[in-house]
Nanobody
Framework: QVQVAESGGGLVQAGGSLSLSCAAS????????MGWFRQGPGKERELVATIDWAYRTYYRDSVKGRFTISRDNAKNTVLLQMNSLKPEDTAVYYC?????????????????????WGQGTQVTVSS
C-alpha cells in the first residue's frame, strides 16, 4: 500500500551537483519522517540526512554544508540536493520512511526506526 521510490542518480564530476527525488505514497506523508541513506562500495549503509513532520533536519557531519534535504508534502516528495560532490559520496542512495515516530512528538535526529525503503539509485562521482 505505502511505497517509496528514488530517482535522480547518475554520474557527475567531483565538485558537481545532483538532486535526488523520493516519491512516497500514503495520505499521511506529511507525518512521516523521511530519511536518505547511502551505501558505498565495500561499506556499510549509513544515514545521510533526515527530515521530520515539523521540517526539522539532521545531517551527518561529512555532508553538512553540502547537502540539503527538503520535502514537498503537497507532492508527497522528499528531495536531497547534493552540491560540491566528492568521490567519497559515490554510493547507492536509499530513501526510507518512518511512519510512527510522529505519534510520540519527539525529534529523534539519527535514531528513527524506518519502516519502508526504496530500491536505491546509484550516484557516482568521478575524480
Amino acid at each position: 500500500q505505502v511505497q517509496v521510490a528514488e530517482s535522480g542518480g547518475g554520474l557527475v564530476q567531483a565538485g558537481g551537483s545532483l538532486s535526488l527525488s523520493c516519491a512516497a505514497s500514503g495520505r499521511s506523508f506529511s507525518s512521516y519522517v523521511m530519511g536518505w541513506f547511502r551505501q558505498g562500495p565495500g561499506k556499510e549503509r549509513e544515514l545521510v540526512a533526515t527530515i521530520d513532520w515539523a521540517y526539522r533536519t539532521y545531517y551527518r557531519d561529512s555532508v553538512k554544508g553540502r547537502f540539503t534535504i527538503s520535502r514537498d508534502n503537497a507532492k508527497n516528495t522528499v528531495l536531497l540536493q547534493m552540491n560540491s560532490l566528492k568521490p567519497e559520496d559515490t554510493a547507492v542512495y536509499y530513501c526510507a520512511a518512518d511512519l510512527d515516530t510522529v505519534l510520540t512528538g519527539r525529534f529523534m535526529a539519527d535514531r528513527y526506526r524506518y519502516d519502508l525503503w526504496g530500491q536505491g539509485t546509484q550516484v557516482t562521482v568521478s575524480s
